[in-house]
């Protein structure tokens, strides 16, 4: 059966006012941040089946964990894990995209009809710029991260996280629009947790807006560590009601997708707010 591609997607939803779309995490590793990676192809689906009974229309699919302190895997490793994930996951119509900093990987989930790259390197490998230019209905994600995974928040610092993040995205946007890159195709990433503190985290929410103007932007917050209050840290469980009033927020501010572990309670948010929106505007 024909996989559904994002960028349709999301032409169709934005039409509907269904926006933003809801995207559910499948994490195929052992170290999972959350707790919730799976790794056999049994384990794979259903996950991903209970995701899309729960709401999910994307599913991102993880193979190699970025959290902070996390050590790279080889290329073998994150493949032997993730192409086995995605053959489990042939039978679904749903867009998949891919979270993996290789082009050559993401190369081989394009047979399985992944149509986004969600690169946490922000683009810098050209290999994916050339995937680009030879599929047009293929988007990326450009995400800000200051760092890496092992050494990203060992004290972040930035004289003006807003602008520096702003800047980040008008620079990648002008360099891939003059390689043909249109950005339409360009879902914007602040990177929430990465290389950040929980301030900084914080002051990009607040400006979600002035984001969101600039093109398509993915938001990513959920249950990560900033949402507990300084003197009350909790598990990344316990932080599923912080991550829907996120989720709430950014639907305000003209989010595009949004990344969650419960998708079921994103989309109650979205059609509770469409609902009230769509009074107010009668």
């Known amino acids: 059966m024909p996989r559904a591609e994002l ?3 999301l032409n169709r939803s934005r039409d509907k006012g269904d926006l933003p779309l809801v995207m559910g995490i499948v994490n ?5 941040f959350s707790g919730d990676g799976v790794l056999s192809p049994a384990q794979i689906k259903e996950r991903a089946s209970c995701l899309i009974e729960a709401g999910a229309e994307v599913l991102d699919i993880g193979a190699e964990s970025t959290r902070p302190g996390s050590t790279p895997i080889s290329a073998e490793e994150e ?3 993730l192409l086995p994930a995605l053959s489990a996951l042939a039978s679904l119509e749903i867009p998949l995209s891919i979270d993996t900093r290789r082009p050559e990987i993401f190369r081989e989930a394009l047979t399985f009809g992944a149509s986004l790259v969600n690169d946490v390197d922000g683009l ?4 994916f710029t050339t995937i680009l230019q030879e599929f047009p209905h293929v988007m990326a994600v450009l995400m800000h991260r200051q760092g890496t995974s092992e050494t990203m928040q060992d004290k972040p ?3 003006d996280v807003v602008t520096s993040v702003e800047t980040f995205f008008r620079s990648g946007l002008a360099s891939l629009q003059s390689q043909g890159i249109t950005p339409d195709r360009i879902l914007l990433d602040p990177g929430i947790g990465f290389g950040k503190t929980r301030n900084h985290n914080l002051c990009l929410l607040a400006e979600t807006a002035r984001f969101a103007r ?6 990513a917050p959920s249950r990560k560590r900033f949402l507990d209050a300084p003197d009350n840290p909790r598990s990344p469980m316990e932080r599923d009601l912080a991550t829907g009033g996120v989720m709430a927020w950014v ?5 595009t997708l949004f990344r969650t572990h419960r998708p079921e309670v994103a989309r109650e948010i979205r059609r509770t707010l469409k609902a009230i ?3 107010r505007h009668e």
């Open 7 to 9: 960028r349709a997607l």
């Open 28 to 32: 195929i590793t052992p170290d999972s």
């Open 79 to 81: 493949r032997a894990r």
């Open 124 to 127: 810098i490998n050209p290999g």
């Open 157 to 159: 610092y930035y004289d």
């Open 214 to 219: 600039l093109g398509p932007l993915l938001v």
């Open 251 to 255: 639907h305000l501010q003209g989010a």
């Open 277 to 279: 929106e769509t009074v």
